[in-house]
Nanobody, 115 residues
Framework: QVQLVESGGGLVQAGGSLRLSCTAS????????MGWYRQAPGKQRELVSS???????NYADSVKGRFTISRDNPKSTVYLQMNSLRPEDTAVYYC?????????WGQGTQVTVSS
């Protein structure tokens, strides 16, 4: 059973940093394009950042210059380094991606930024 398992969320003060990780577990035959989404209370889920299999990246305007997405293909892992965090970054962050030719979601990890 293939799963996406996120870690690294938590509580941080404004201006601080966190690094989220998302690892695909199980028998991994293909690890394709991946992305991080977030959903704040009362808001729709939004794309934060994405990365293709060959490393091309994309960012939401709200996080450009502060967040960095990266991947380690041998480890089937994607990361989101979040710097200069703001209270408005508070949300549940979800990993999403194409693993073994199927679109998959992680369970989410809470990020809370206090002012």
């Amino acid at each position: 059973q293939v799963q996406l398992v996120e870690s690294g969320g938590g509580l941080v003060q404004a201006g601080g940093s966190l690094r989220l990780s998302c690892t695909a577990s199980g028998t991994i035959l293909s690890f394709g394009a991946m992305g991080w989404y977030r959903q704040a209370p009362g808001k729709q889920r939004e794309l934060v950042s994405s990365i293709t299999g060959d490393g091309r990246t994309n960012y939401a305007d709200s996080v450009k210059g502060r967040f960095t997405i990266s991947r380690d293909n041998p480890k089937s892992t994607v990361y989101l380094q979040m710097n200069s965090l703001r209270p408005e970054d508070t949300a549940v962050y979800y990993c999403n991606g194409r693993v073994n030719l199927r679109d998959r979601w992680g369970q989410g990890t809470q990020v809370t930024v206090s002012s």
